[in-house]
């Protein structure tokens, strides 16, 4: 469905009951596509603080200082 701005303001809550029924809308400008509503993600994920604990290991030495010279020749 295809639905002008000034119409999709009026309209919105019908628009967004079509959207959850299944239907595309595209919001248009001088009859030009310029957004679409779409369903929500089904469930968004929440960061977990520590939750790559564990997973990640660190080799001894990696925070050790870099010699310019060695740096740049690529012997790094």
Known sequence: MDVGIAE???R?????RAVEGGEKVVITRH???VAELAPA???R???RLGGMKGRIEL???WDAPVDLDRFLSGDV
């Open 8 to 10: 999709a303001k009026n």
């Open 31 to 33: 009859g030009k596509p």
């Open 45 to 47: 994920r929440h960061a």
């Open 59 to 61: 080799l001894p030495g």
């Open 12 to 16: 919105l809550p019908e628009l967004i």
């Open 41 to 43: 993600p089904p469930e």
